[in-house]
């Protein structure tokens, strides 16, 4: 079944999202957690699995509403259901094995924050360095490092 993005009802209703978080399970599978929020200013969560079709190059996805009241209800039950997996079923197995791509990501995440933390730390050394250029050659070489 094909998914189709329109979004019919009232043009005033804000659906987008107030919180996003993707999690990437292999190479056709995606999972999307989001907030979203109704007219009357609650929240509510949606669970969306959007799984890559070959044949046509769409997506195939299902869609999950978790509302406020049932929050406790559903988090416990799928922490019992992961753990009973995890414990009863599979205790033996390596679950953290496959946690590597958000590892990687986390590495380039943590490169990125150190380079500009390095990137900082130059720019106020060389802001408390007392210089002998004019205004003229620094708004020159300002313009050399603009993107």
Do not use: C
């Not at 999307?32 to 007219?39: I, L």
């Not at 049932?70 to 390596?94: G, I, R």
């Not at 002998?132 to 050659?137: I, K, N």
């Amino acid at each position: 079944m094909a998914y189709d993005n329109k979004n019919y009802g009232d043009a005033n209703r804000n659906n987008e999202s107030i919180f996003s978080k993707r999690v990437k399970a292999g190479k056709r599978r995606t999972y999307f957690f989001d907030v979203k929020s109704t007219k009357g200013n609650d929240y509510f969560i949606t669970i969306t699995e959007s799984k890559k079709r070959f044949e046509d190059d769409g997506y195939d996805r299902h869609k999950m509403f978790i509302y406020k009241e049932d929050f406790n209800k559903f988090a416990e039950a799928l922490v019992e259901t992961v753990n009973y997996v995890k414990t009863e079923l599979m205790p033996d197995f390596d679950f953290d094995a496959f946690n590597h791509a958000d590892d990687q990501e986390q590495y380039e995440q943590s490169k990125s924050v150190e380079s500009i933390e390095a990137l900082s730390a130059t720019v106020s050394v060389a802001a408390a360095t007392p210089s002998a250029t004019t205004t003229e050659d620094n708004a020159a070489d300002v313009d050399v490092w603009k993107i």
